[in-house]
């Protein structure tokens, strides 16, 4: 069977890593002081973890966001800098916190060039605590797992943003350029889905004809990428849709990818487009 799975070349680009840490680097600061004087001053303990990994997401998307500027395309690259970058947002995160809870009596700077200093006053800050929950002052060794987990949380936030943000990305490498990837709006009959697959898997056209509207749920949604700029580069993907309701009665869609990624002509795109058209205004007309 042919391979006509697309896939990343994994090209690294140091720009790309150069300009999210860059932007992240510059955006963790400011976040830094909003999250530090919010904690500081909203007395809901649980309140302030949600700010504080609010504040995380911020930063890690904020580099996702700079080294798609840059066309970094590869994953390893990827990684390594948004550990890095977690390590940044957690030790300036710390920082700032430290500076605002002293009153702004403590030393930026010297905090900022000194880890072995920030990191004795995190272990004196665990001794003697400085909020409390249910009443009691939360200090020592349960202040202390508290704050592991809380740094473990934060890492584990840059991984997850690695993971999902920038995981099944397109990216055209005639045009250098990132396609994205929309998803029809429409639904497909789920009937003749081995067909369909079957006829994606041997690069045949039949597929096209097999789209029919779904008249019920679960159904089939496809996702196209198409590169705007030469019209050569063409990702396909399908997704297995359903319709749920909950015990509560709280309605949601659950759904998995079927087929991902696979590469089609630039004509079967094309015929895939018209056949789109041509349900759309079946459906218009009342069919
Ligand atoms: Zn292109």
Same mark, same amino acid.
């Given at each position: 069977?042919?391979?006509?799975?697309?896939?990343?070349?994994?090209?690294?680009?140091?720009?790309?890593?150069?300009?999210?840490?860059?932007?992240?680097?510059?955006?963790?600061?400011?976040?830094?002081?909003?999250?530090?004087?919010?904690?500081?001053?909203?007395?809901?303990?649980?309140?302030?973890?949600?700010?504080?990994?609010?504040?995380?997401?911020?930063?890690?998307?904020?580099?996702?966001?700079?080294?798609? #500027?840059?066309?970094?395309?590869?994953?390893?690259? &990827? !990684? %390594?800098?948004?550990?890095? *970058?977690? +390590?940044?947002? =957690? /030790?300036?995160?710390?920082?700032?916190?430290?500076?605002?809870?002293?009153?702004?009596?403590?030393?930026?700077?010297?905090?900022?060039?000194?880890?072995?200093?920030?990191?004795?006053?995190?272990?004196?800050?665990?001794?003697?605590?400085?909020?409390?929950?249910?009443?009691?002052?939360?200090?020592?060794?349960?202040?202390?797992?508290?704050?592991?987990?809380?740094?473990?949380?934060?890492?584990?936030?840059?991984?997850?943003?690695?993971?999902?943000?920038?995981?099944?990305?397109?990216?055209?490498?005639?045009?250098?350029?990132?396609?994205?990837?929309?998803?029809?709006?429409?639904?497909?009959? #789920?009937?003749?889905?081995?067909?369909?697959?079957? &006829? !994606? %898997?041997?690069?045949?056209? *039949?597929? +096209?004809?097999? =789209? /029919?509207?779904?008249?019920?749920?679960?159904?089939?949604?496809?996702?196209?990428?198409?590169?705007?700029?030469?019209?050569?580069?063409?990702?396909?993907?399908?997704?297995?849709?359903?319709?749920?309701?909950?015990?509560?009665?709280?309605?949601?869609?659950?759904?998995?990818?079927?087929?991902?990624?696979?590469?089609?002509?630039?004509?079967?795109?094309?015929?895939?487009?018209?056949?789109?058209?041509?349900?759309?205004?079946?459906?218009?007309?009342?069919?």
């Amino acid at each position: 069977m042919q391979d006509n799975t697309y896939r990343s070349t994994g090209t690294f680009s140091p720009a790309g890593v150069g300009i999210g840490l860059a932007l992240a680097v510059i955006a963790m600061f400011p976040i830094a002081f909003l999250y530090s004087y919010a904690v500081r001053y909203i007395p809901f303990i649980y309140i302030n973890f949600l700010i504080s990994f609010g504040a995380v997401f911020a930063v890690a998307y904020i580099y996702t966001f700079g080294e798609s #500027l840059g066309r970094n395309r590869s994953r390893v690259a &990827s !990684l %390594a800098a948004m550990l890095l *970058a977690g +390590v940044l947002t =957690l /030790f300036v995160f710390w920082v700032t916190f430290l500076y605002v809870l002293s009153e702004r009596r403590l030393e930026y700077v010297k905090m900022l060039t000194d880890p072995a200093y920030v990191i004795d006053l995190i272990k004196e800050l665990i001794n003697v605590g400085w909020f409390t929950l249910k009443r009691n002052r939360v200090k020592g060794t349960f202040y202390g797992i508290m704050l592991a987990v809380e740094a473990v949380v934060y890492i584990g936030i840059f991984v997850f943003v690695w993971w999902t943000a920038l995981k099944s990305r397109v990216f055209c490498e005639k045009c250098q350029k990132w396609v994205v990837r929309e998803s029809v709006a429409m639904f497909f009959d #789920l009937a003749p889905l081995e067909a369909i697959a079957t &006829s !994606l %898997a041997t690069g045949t056209d *039949a597929w +096209v004809d097999a =789209l /029919f509207l779904a008249q019920s749920t679960p159904s089939l949604r496809v996702e196209l990428a198409s590169c705007a700029h030469c019209n050569e580069l063409h990702v396909l993907t399908l997704v297995h849709s359903q319709d749920v309701v909950d015990k509560d009665g709280n309605p949601s869609t659950e759904e998995k990818n079927l087929l991902e990624n696979v590469l089609i002509s630039t004509a079967t795109a094309a015929r895939f487009q018209a056949r789109v058209a041509q349900l759309q205004a079946d459906f218009a007309a009342g069919n």
